[in-house]
């Protein structure tokens, strides 16, 4: 598990833009693409905008990226809700990489078809190969909750099926989600937070008792692949060993 600890979100945002335009960099020295899987939320925004902008920008290969999706609200494109508008947004109508090496989830289709469709288009990129995603993102929800692997769900123990569609009831609405499974067997998993309000969630999810049906990001363990946390100042603040 590597720490990486920041100021705060603009410090944060700019140092995670740079070690992954040398992790993309590294990676592509050695294969033709990377496939990256990007995350919703306010924390990956704001690394998007910057992604979006010289001089990152123009120090990524973006013909050879390949973008992926973490999970989705089960809402139209359009709906300012969807986790791949957000990312169209600040990204990637911004930088010149082939429309058909993004996938979204298709929202036109019913939740479980979209699932399926979606496994379809990861087994079609990722079957025979030693790993899954070169790197993915991920945030922490205040539950402790990623993807849309929430508390006290069926679908943090799904150990088959990479995507699910499920309705979830607090919420009121249909989550779409890569399982533990196929994000496992990513070369990489990087998880940002912020803010002290997720300082006690963090200290339970690192240094607590193992319990992911109560914080479902614990369950997020590479098998291979190096597990890195991109934190600031405030939400690592109750962390004892962050060496």
Same mark, same amino acid.
């Given at each position: 598990?590597?720490?990486?600890?920041?100021?705060?979100?603009?410090?944060?945002?700019?140092?995670?833009?740079?070690?992954?335009?040398?992790?993309?960099?590294?990676?592509?020295?050695? @294969?033709?693409?990377?496939?990256?899987?990007?995350?919703?939320?306010?924390?990956?925004? #704001?690394?998007?905008?910057?992604?979006?902008?010289?001089?990152?920008?123009?120090?990524?290969?973006?013909?050879?990226?390949? $973008?992926?999706?973490?999970?989705? =609200?089960?809402?139209?494109?359009?709906?300012? =809700?969807?986790?791949?508008?957000?990312?169209? #947004?600040?990204?990637?109508?911004?930088?010149?990489?082939?429309?058909?090496?993004?996938?979204?989830?298709?929202?036109?289709?019913?939740? #479980?078809?979209?699932?399926?469709?979606?496994? +379809? $288009?990861?087994?079609?990129?990722?079957?025979?190969?030693?790993?899954?995603?070169?790197?993915?993102?991920?945030?922490?929800?205040?539950?402790?909750?990623?993807?849309?692997?929430?508390?006290?769900?069926?679908?943090?123990?799904?150990?088959? @099926?990479?995507?699910? %569609?499920?309705?979830?009831? +607090?919420?009121?609405?249909?989550?779409?989600?890569?399982?533990?499974?196929?994000? $496992?067997?990513?070369?990489?998993?990087?998880?940002?937070?912020?803010?002290?309000?997720?300082?006690?969630?963090?200290?339970?999810?690192? #240094?607590?008792?193992?319990?992911?049906?109560?914080?479902?990001?614990?369950?997020?363990?590479?098998?291979?692949?190096?597990?890195?946390?991109?934190?600031? @100042? %405030?939400?690592?603040?109750?962390? @004892?060993?962050?060496?």
């Amino acid at each position: 598990m590597n720490f990486h600890i920041s100021q705060d979100i603009d410090s944060l945002s700019q140092d995670i833009a740079e070690w992954l335009i040398e992790h993309i960099q590294k990676t592509l020295s050695d @294969k033709a693409r990377y496939a990256l899987a990007l995350s919703g939320g306010s924390t990956p925004k #704001e690394l998007y905008t910057l992604l979006a902008r010289p001089p990152y920008r123009d120090q990524i290969d973006w013909k050879k990226m390949h $973008i992926f999706f973490g999970d989705e =609200r089960y809402v139209p494109f359009d709906d300012d =809700r969807n986790n791949g508008k957000m990312a169209y #947004e600040t990204l990637l109508r911004h930088v010149p990489i082939p429309e058909k090496q993004i996938h979204y989830f298709n929202t036109t289709f019913s939740p #479980e078809q979209s699932a399926s469709e979606y496994s +379809k $288009i990861l087994h079609h990129y990722f079957d025979n190969q030693p790993d899954t995603f070169d790197l993915v993102l991920l945030g922490m929800g205040d539950d402790g909750h990623t993807l849309s692997l929430f508390p006290g769900t069926a679908v943090i123990h799904e150990d088959k @099926k990479w995507v699910k %569609a499920y309705f979830v009831e +607090k919420l009121n609405m249909f989550r779409i989600t890569l399982t533990v499974p196929v994000v $496992i067997r990513s070369s990489a998993v990087a998880f940002l937070a912020v803010g002290e309000k997720k300082a006690a969630t963090l200290k339970e999810v690192i #240094e607590g008792n193992y319990s992911p049906d109560k914080y479902p990001s614990q369950i997020i363990k590479p098998v291979n692949g190096n597990l890195h946390w991109f934190l600031d @100042k %405030a939400a690592a603040s109750r962390l @004892k060993n962050t060496h």
